[in-house]
């Protein structure tokens, strides 16, 4: 087991070099130099540009160098000095902007991912073992609703309820006299009034997901012949279905938890903007969007590094819960 | 009857006019159209028949494990004899507490499959030692002793290593080795061996069907053996019950079954076992076993049968009739009697 580990995490190494080098090509993919830009953007808003400050940038960025040397200058910025770089846009280094958005990301996608589990766990066993009866058609119906409304579209209509029936504003995660506000206990409860709105939407298309999916696992899992093997032995229905179907059927889910990773700084970006959430989401879709190509490059490396890490953490997961894999892993 | 003071004294289980039926969407499936037989302790009874004749039915039926819905006893009844006093545990519900004090405890039953009736995710020891400690008073390291001597009892070497271990790394012999020790762990009065050697080889199979023997011997417990192999009910079997679309056609000593089949359809099941010993080509029974959905008129086999005559074209179904003492046959060829409201 910890050998195994430990040859994970060596694999680490290599995985991530290679995708660090796909991703500077993508920073470099687009015509022109981020220079160039800069200075077009800065003369376009009326801006005297110091000859200083570009040789200096130029240097910095080492553009008059070979796309190898400017690779090695990136990526060694980042290893050895955690610098990603400058944002155009902002106008501040990479790192900062990222990390001050992701306690809200962790916060908001950690809390969904819990709501979503609490509330598809029941009913997809529900479901399977009740297959056929009205409440499974009744789960059945609103997992397919959930499944086919997109997310921006239940974020609006639930905007457009709050504010029309009571006159609230849903957006955000605090009323606008919060927002600068120290922390208190006001503010904390008022945080609480926010977040249930994403973390319901965000929720809604996860969870209907995940009960179709516990559903149709389970619903393999209780036609085996070990499922009536413990019957037979007198286990009561209850415990036999928790003990046996249930932890057979975790597997898939299991295994996805490496894309969970990912998808909390991802996966939100659209209703984060509809519900202007202050995530990572909107700025990254934005920084696409204007061709913010550092702040993107850092993104997209930090998303391939979670998507690494998630798979590692998955894999550790199954290798405990599944002696089948751990086994043949030897 | 002289059978009622033998019943108070040695019956196990007597089943009476059992008819499981399933419930499908396309019609009603009569697995088990009328099933009755008796088993003593330490008696061996074997139940034959081809494929889908409605023998795992009527062996899950006495458990009560019937996958429902669609499946469901809608008639008969089954009777267990257990050692304080008879209970009539058709009565029971499938899940209710007294049912489930005997599946297990008093009536174990093995699966066809020994691949895939163990979980793939718990320790042998695990699995074990839950059905020891749902059913008998014991702390959890007793039931870890006990577990480790079940599993010594049907030859397993060393057995405490194999407690621990998960069922992919075991051969399919031992699987099936496991499946009986769990099956044996709390000693059951009555053990019902559903096909439990045909996914494996035939040494193999020798060496289990002798270690259940010798546990038998031991323990005086029941047995009902279901296969589709004439050899196997040979070697073990003391009574045998031959079942075709749910119904008994030959029942009795498995001698006297064995010397001089009565039915037709037993005959068929003989003819069509591939012998070393001849030059005769094998003797397929003719035809399939009737679309299932079907109510059957008249004989159950009256279609396949070589033997048909002009009393077969009857639309009431023959009885099970005594031919010779403990030996009857459900066939017009031995008796004109029918089955009460099917004419």
Same mark, same amino acid.
């Given at each position: 087991m910890a050998m195994f580990i430990v040859k994970r995490v060596l694999l680490f190494i290599p995985t991530l070099f290679v995708i660090s080098i796909v991703v500077f090509i993508l920073i470099q993919?687009?015509?022109?130099?981020y220079l160039t830009i800069l200075i077009t953007n800065m003369r376009e808003s009326g801006q005297i540009v110091d000859e200083a400050v570009i040789a200096s940038l130029q240097q910095r960025y080492g553009l008059d160098q070979p796309l190898v040397t400017r690779y090695f200058r990136w990526i060694g910025n980042i290893v050895f000095r955690g610098d990603f770089g400058v944002s155009?846009?902002?106008?501040?280094p990479v790192s900062e902007l990222i990390w001050e958005r992701l306690l809200w990301t962790f916060v908001i996608s950690f809390s969904t991912l819990i709501f979503t589990w609490l509330v598809a766990f029941p009913i997809g066993i529900f479901s399977a073992t009740h297959q056929y009866s009205p409440l499974d058609y009744v789960a059945t119906f609103f997992g397919f609703i959930g499944l086919a409304i997109p997310n921006f579209m239940i974020a609006l209509v639930l905007m457009w309820l709050g504010y029309s029936w009571f006159g609230f504003s849903m957006g955000g995660l605090f009323s606008a006299e919060f927002v600068r506000a120290p922390w208190s206990y006001a503010k904390f409860v008022n945080m609480l009034q926010h977040i249930w709105v994403p973390i319901v939407v965000l929720g809604t298309a996860g969870t209907a997901g995940l009960i179709r999916t516990m559903r149709a696992n389970l619903l393999d899992e209780l036609r085996k012949p070990y499922v009536v093997t413990a019957r037979a032995k007198g286990l009561s229905e209850s415990r036999l279905i928790w003990k046996y179907p249930v932890r057979v059927a975790l597997n898939p889910f299991v295994s996805s938890v490496g894309y969970v990773l990912p998808q909390l700084i991802s996966g939100a970006a659209i209703v984060s903007v509809v519900l202007s959430l202050p995530t990572t989401g909107p700025m990254l879709l934005r920084a696409l969007l204007s061709q913010d190509m550092y702040l993107a490059g850092g993104f997209v490396l930090m998303l391939s590094t979670l998507t690494v890490i998630g798979t590692l953490i998955s894999d550790i997961l199954l290798v405990i819960i599944d002696p089948r894999i751990r086994y043949e892993r030897g | 009857m002289t059978s009622a003071s033998q019943t108070s004294d040695n019956t196990l289980l007597e089943v009476q006019g059992l008819k499981t039926h399933f419930f499908l969407d396309m019609g009603i499936v009569r697995a088990v159209d009328g099933v009755d037989f008796r088993i003593s302790r330490g008696q061996t009874l074997g139940i034959v028949g081809e494929s889908g004749c409605g023998k795992s039915v009527t062996a899950q039926s006495v458990m009560q494990i019937v996958p429902s819905p669609p499946g469901r006893i809608i008639d008969g009844s089954i009777v267990y004899f257990g050692s304080n006093s008879a209970v009539e545990i058709s009565r029971f519900r499938a899940n209710s507490r007294e049912m489930r004090s005997i599946r297990g405890k008093e009536i174990s039953y093995i699966f066809q499959e020994p691949m895939t009736s163990l979980s793939p995710v718990h320790t042998i020891g695990n699995q074990l030692e839950e059905a020891i400690l749902l059913h008998t008073p014991v702390t959890r390291g007793e039931a870890r002793g006990i577990a480790v001597e079940a599993l010594a009892r049907v030859r397993i070497g060393e057995p405490e290593r194999i407690v621990n271990e998960y069922v992919h790394q075991l051969s399919g012999g031992m699987r099936q080795r496991v499946v009986i020790a769990q099956a044996l762990s709390c000693n059951p009065q009555l053990l019902i061996a559903d096909e439990p050697t045909t996914a494996l080889d035939v040494t193999m199979q020798a060496q289990i069907l002798r270690t259940i023997q010798d546990i038998q011997q031991e323990s005086g417990m029941g047995l009902i053996l279901i296969t589709h192999d004439m050899g196997v009910i040979g070697q073990m079997a003391d009574e045998v019950v031959v079942i075709y679309r749910g119904r008994v056609m030959e029942h009795g000593d498995v001698i006297a079954v064995f010397d001089e089949p009565l039915h037709p359809y037993t005959k068929a099941l003989f003819d069509s076992i591939p012998r070393l010993d001849t030059d005769r080509p094998l003797r397929p029974i003719s035809g399939s076993v009737p679309d299932p959905f079907l109510e059957t008129t008249g004989c159950p086999f009256r279609d396949r049968c070589? $033997?048909?005559? =002009?009393?077969? =074209? $009857? =639309?009431a179904v023959p009885a099970l009739a005594e031919v010779r003492p403990g030996h009857s046959a459900r066939c017009y060829l031995h008796s004109g009697a029918t089955e009460e409201g099917t004419e």
């Open positions: 993919a687009p015509p022109g130099d155009f846009q902002w106008n501040r | 070589p $033997s048909r005559f =002009d009393a077969c =074209d $009857s =639309d």
